[in-house]
């Protein structure tokens, strides 16, 4: 049976965003499994933007030894809100890139 363990980094760095240049925040770290590299995650705060959001990433397979992009999958998470409530975009990245799938979900502020 494998053997996982997460890096948790509680070090907030801040990077500039790809899409705009705008500075943003982001917590990442990886996650191993049996002592080599699986898998990476970020949190990320979109700050310095028009909107706001949170944005959780996590990218499986293709690090480390098994340095192979094409294995890599993605799942992220988004939540931004919006007026009177907030939405969510949750969504997955398959075969290196090649198949996009994402869903939306706007929720109702209790
Ligand atoms: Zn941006």
Not at 11 to 31: A, D, Q
Not at 45 to 74: C, D, F, P, V, Y
Not at 86 to 108: I, K, P
């Amino acid at each position: 049976m494998a053997a996982y363990g997460i890096d948790f980094n509680d070090e907030v760095k801040s990077f500039r965003c790809p899409h705009c240049g705008e500075e943003s925040m982001t917590v990442w770290g990886w996650v191993f499994k049996d002592n080599a590299a699986h898998a990476a995650y970020f949190a990320n705060l979109m700050t310095g933007h028009q909107e706001i959001s949170a944005r959780l990433t996590i990218s499986i397979g293709g690090w480390g030894e098994e340095g192979n992009l094409a294995k890599r999958k993605w799942v992220f998470i988004e939540a931004r809100p919006i007026a009177g409530s907030y939405e969510m975009t949750l969504g997955f990245v398959l075969d290196g890139g090649q198949s996009r799938v994402t869903a939306r979900s706007r929720f109702a502020r209790r």
